[in-house]
């Protein structure tokens, strides 16, 4: 700005100078010159009063006035009556550089202002923005909060009706099972009778999960040590499927307050799912790290990356939904409980995925102070 200024400074200056050069150089007897070169110095004058305002317009024109008055005086004789309509031309040059002078500031004002609203429009526009997005999210959670209180009265029902015949059932089934040999069609049909038995077993006990009340037992976690607890359970389920996992070791010791066995319980349900995505083997990678924030200890950021299947634009919306599931087998109760998990813990999930190339779930918990 202040380059910018100085340029134009000199370049008035230089074109001031070279018109007054024209005058006091050019014979007298050229007359008709002397009148074209008297109209350039408006030249300099309105550019000056465009580019600098009403003071910068009477700068110029006084400057003018001064270099032009000794041509006149000197030069021409300075009779007032036979030069007067020089003297006239001196009058209106500062008529000129005032009057554009001022109409050139009130512009640059009045555009300053307009400026100024719309920034103050464009500031009111995002608030409105960010709080309708607001309104949406809270809308979201008390739309998602029902249908889960729903479901946890449900679910008390549900396990007691039918948690204990299912017991039974699956009591009896295995006497019968035991007057048959395998191999026998009969012992077959048991045994599935069994493991269907044990699967409605897993969905009234996830029913369950999700109307208990979080979380309960808080106690200082590390949360690489439940990492590394999940990283075991799933060892020999990630081998079968020819799933590398990698389990990086942090910096810092993460610590967050937290009932172990629930987080350790959302993170199974992430890690099983990206085994499950990864059917024809790849890569899981888990690694943790502190993001610090404004407040005291800042957030413990856990990330899973699977190389599997990914999610598709239609799904991605819908994967904490209760029930919702794309497996001919899954209950698609396992985000659902996760989320609540880690909600029950002030934490937050986050998904990123690309269909073909994988999943990122990203688990924010509010760190506590290693020791
Ligand atoms: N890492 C992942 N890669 C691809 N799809 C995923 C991934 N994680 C979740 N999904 C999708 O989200 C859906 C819901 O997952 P969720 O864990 O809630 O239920 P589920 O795995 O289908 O069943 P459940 O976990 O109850 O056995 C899954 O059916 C799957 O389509
Ligand atoms: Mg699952």
Not at 161 to 186: C, F, M, Q, V, W
């Amino acid at each position: 700005m202040k380059n910018q200024t100085i340029i134009r400074v000199v370049l008035l200056i230089l074109f001031i100078t070279a018109i007054s050069m024209l005058h006091y150089l050019t014979p007298l007897h050229l007359h008709y010159l002397h009148d074209i070169f008297q109209r350039l110095y408006y030249l300099p004058v309105i550019l000056s009063a465009i580019w600098f305002g009403l003071r910068g317009g009477l700068a110029c024109s006084l400057a003018v006035s001064v270099v032009y008055a000794p041509h006149i005086l000197f030069q021409w004789g300075g009779q007032l009556t036979l030069e007067l309509e020089k003297y006239l031309e001196i009058v209106l040059y500062n008529i000129v550089g005032g009057v554009t002078g001022l109409l050139a500031q009130r512009e640059r004002e009045r555009s300053i202002e307009l400026q100024k609203t719309a920034d103050g429009l464009e500031i009111s526009y995002k608030k409105l923005q960010e709080q309708s997005e607001q309104i949406l999210a809270i809308e979201e959670n008390l739309r998602r909060a029902e249908k889960l209180s729903t479901l946890g009265e449900m679910a008390a029902v549900l396990a007691h009706e039918i948690r204990n015949p299912l017991g039974s059932i699956r009591g009896t089934a295995e006497i019968l099972r035991d007057d048959y040999k395998p191999g026998d069609p009969k012992y077959e049909f048991i045994d599935i009778q069994i493991r269907e038995t044990e699967r409605l077993n897993r969905v009234v006990e996830d029913f369950l999960r999700m109307a208990r009340p979080l979380p309960t037992d808080m106690a200082r976690c590390r949360v690489q040590a439940e990492l590394e607890t999940v990283a075991q359970l799933v060892a020999n389920d990630a081998r079968e499927r020819r799933v590398s996992l990698i389990l990086d070791s942090p910096a810092d010791d993460l610590v967050v307050k937290g009932d172990g066995d629930k987080l350790r319980q959302a993170f199974l349900n992430i890690v099983i799912n990206s085994l499950q995505a990864t059917p024809e083997g790849g890569r899981l990678a888990i690694s943790s790290t502190l993001s610090r924030t404004d407040d005291a200890h800042g957030m413990c950021e856990i990330r899973f990356c699977d190389t599997g299947a990914g999610i598709d634009a239609e799904t991605l919306p819908r994967i904490f939904e209760p029930f919702y599931t794309t497996k001919a087998d899954g209950t698609g109760l396992g985000l659902a409980i996760t989320r609540k998990i880690i909600e029950g813990h002030g934490g937050s999930l986050h998904v990123e995925s690309t269909v073909g190339h994988g999943t990122t779930i990203l688990v924010k918990l509010p760190a506590l102070q290693a020791r």
